[in-house]
């Protein structure tokens, strides 16, 4: 599914709002990071996790069940 993307729309999280937004700590995010179940991408020296990665994450979650 395509999204539109909107003039201030965010595009990318960081490791504590990832866990936030999928309820779970920073090392499942990482351990998700290092299974590449999620996109991890380097700005520097920060890691930011796209938001579409973690959106595709959850609809192959929701698919498997």
């Known amino acids: 599914m ?19 937004r999928l309820g779970v700590g920073r090392s499942s995010v990482y351990q998700l990071i290092k299974d590449k179940q999620l ?3 380097k700005i520097g020296r920060s890691v ?7 959106i595709a994450l959850v609809q192959r979650l929701r698919g498997a069940a």
Not at 8 to 16: A, F, H, P, R, V
Not at 48 to 54: A, L
Request: hydrophobic share 35%; glycine share 6%; aromatic share 0%.
């Open 48 to 54: 930011r996790i796209p938001i579409d990665s973690t």
């Open 2 to 20: 395509a999204h539109k993307e909107q003039v201030g729309e965010q595009l990318l999280d960081t490791i504590d709002g990832t866990a936030r």
């Open 39 to 41: 996109e991890a991408v």
